[in-house]
Structures are given as structure tokens and as C-alpha cells.
């Protein structure tokens, strides 16, 4: 089992930042890759960022590429997502997940932070 741990959300007006947090604990070995997804009121969840843990390699969602960044902090077992240039659209709950290993999916979920961009 993988605990996790997301803080950082808040309310932000357009065109700032925030950077959330993800604290990961247990059976932490086992981490293969870690996320962040966001779900909107009424919308599915989405991937937003990934990172491979000890590679480093990345992906992003188009909508947030150039304006997100994921980095993690191997002595501190945590991932973190800078987001910067919020948009209202960007309003969500974010969370965190793990992917055990190089296949399959993510098992392994936060229990999510609100974010809120205002217009």
C-alpha cells in the first residue's frame, strides 16, 4: 500500500500560481510512475501531469503544457505540481496518484485538494 498526502490547493485569481503537493508514504519502493489528475464539477477525470519517478520523464496534458510543471523530491517522497497562468477553467479538485509498476494502471489515490481560479 501507498499513501498519499495532497496540499497546496486554495483560491487564486486568474493569472496566478499555486503549487500543490504530494506526500507519499508506505510502500513507497513500489513507485513506478505519479500523477496528478483533476476533476471538474459535472466533467470526467483527466490526467494533468505525469512523471516517471526515477527517470524524471514527464508528460502533460495539452491543456496545461507550457503553464504546469511536475518535479518530484526524491529525499522528501514527494511530487509537486507548479501551476502557473491559472485559468477559471483550470477549477477543479486535484489528485495525486501512483502507478506501481510499468504497466497497468494508477492504484493508488490522494484524497484531493480544491482548486479554485476566479475570473
Known amino acids: 500500500q501507498v499513501q498519499l498526502v495532497e496540499s497546496g490547493g486554495g483560491l487564486v485569481q486568474a493569472g496566478g500560481s499555486l503549487r500543490l503537493s504530494c506526500a507519499a508514504s508506505g510502500r513507497t519502493f513500489s513507485i513506478y510512475r505519479m500523477g496528478w489528475f483533476r476533476q471538474a464539477p459535472g466533467k470526467e477525470r483527466e490526467s494533468v501531469a505525469e512523471?516517471?519517478?526515477?527517470?524524471?520523464?514527464?508528460s502533460y496534458a495539452d491543456s496545461v503544457k507550457g503553464r504546469f510543471s511536475i518535479f518530484r523530491d526524491n529525499t522528501k517522497m514527494t511530487v509537486y505540481l507548479q501551476m502557473n497562468s491559472l485559468k477559471p477553467e483550470d477549477t477543479a479538485v486535484y489528485y495525486c496518484a501512483v502507478r506501481p509498476g510499468g504497466t497497468g494502471g494508477f492504484d493508488y489515490w490522494g484524497r484531493g485538494t480544491q482548486v479554485t481560479v476566479s475570473s
Open positions: 512523471i516517471t519517478w526515477w527517470s524524471s520523464e514527464t
